[in-house]
């Protein structure tokens, strides 16, 4: 049971779902894969809402399904980001099965074994299940329910205290973690806490009973159909038994040459344009609405696909 998403976790997760299905997302079903993404055709002209990802923060995972790209987050874990970009370039991903899947639930990879029970050679890390807000973490809140504040770093949702409690704490910042919603990408592990390797899995829908308990390295950014087209396990663990789909070939992006490279343009969450689309959302969800209801536009500029 080695570098999984516990089953303890697992078992939660599906309790929960079948004691609420995911009612508050009304996420649809998963979409039948395009050769294309919806984002990298004639993307509008760039302007001053729009930030551009750093190639060195954009992932680019190739897969028998379709291109997928994450936006990483150095700012919330920092070593897990280290790692996804060091295995990246060597090649290791390159091939490797989506060897659990999990309908409602997400997707997970990076076992060079294809069972579950492989890691890398490196060492295991330390968990980054939360971090460390300061006054200059770009941060940008939607919502402030009583005592916290939900907004977005860069693409990725997370939870913080209020700026108003950076003076009282010893080193100037509050408390913050990430949201597991659809896209969000964690780290899987073992029980112990500070065993994840190379392993990851990608949501295909929001998980909240995961927060603060795997470590969040980014965020699908483009690609979230791909992700929920990938072949589900039909057993209860996920497991794929056969022809799983599989990673082709996965690279962040500032190891390829510049003419070869996806860019990637992300509605910044502090414009007027999303602020206008928080409030439609709002409305219309009323007292269910969430984070996980908000998902950044994206602008892709991609070779790969003319």
């Known amino acids: 049971m080695r570098h999984r998403i516990s089953m303890k976790a ?12 995911v009612a508050a997302q009304e996420v649809p079903p998963p979409a039948q894969p395009a050769e294309v993404p919806p984002a990298a055709v004639n993307p509008p002209p760039p302007s001053q809402d729009w930030r551009l990802v750093a ?3 954009l992932l680019i995972i190739d897969t028998t399904k379709g291109r997928i790209l ?31 899947v999990i309908d409602w639930f997400m997707a997970q990879t990076g076992d060079p074994l294809g069972t579950g029970d492989g890691q890398s050679a490196y060492p295991d890390l330390a968990g980054e299940f939360t971090f460390r807000r300061g006054p200059d973490m770009d941060f940008t809140p939607v919502a402030a ?6 907004g977005f770093v860069g693409s990725l949702p997370v939870q913080t205290q209020p700026a108003e409690l950076m003076p ?45 308990r795997y470590t969040v ?47 990637a343009r992300v509605l910044d969450a502090g414009s007027p344009i999303f602020a206008t689309t928080i409030e439609s959302v709002r409305l219309h969800r009323g007292a269910d609405f969430s984070i996980c209801d908000l998902e950044l536009p994206v ?8």
Request: proline share 9%; glycine share 10%; charged share 20%.
């Open 168 to 212: 009282r704490t010893s080193d100037g910042k509050v408390h913050g973690w990430a949201i597991y919603c659809p896209g969000v990408a964690g780290m899987a592990r073992d029980e112990d806490p500070d065993t994840a390797n190379s392993q990851f899995f990608l949501m295909r829908q929001a998980y909240p009973s995961l927060d603060k």
């Open 145 to 150: 329910p009583m005592g916290a504040l939900l």
């Open 10 to 21: 697992l078992m939660g997760a599906l309790a929960m779902a079948m004691a609420a299905p």
């Open 70 to 100: 994450v936006e990483l987050a150095p700012a919330i874990a920092p070593l897990h980001v280290e790692r996804i970009r060091l295995l990246s370039g060597l090649g290791f991903y390159d091939g490797l099965a989506w060897h659990r």
């Open 299 to 306: 602008q892709v500029s991609d070779p790969a696909f003319g």
């Open 217 to 263: 390295w980014g965020r699908v950014i483009v690609g979230l159909d791909v992700v929920r087209a990938l072949r589900v396990g039909e057993e209860p663990s996920g497991i794929v038994p056969a022809e799983p789909d599989r990673m082709l070939r996965v690279r962040v992006a500032s190891d390829l040459p510049v003419e070869s490279r996806p860019t």
């Open 55 to 57: 190639p060195e923060n």
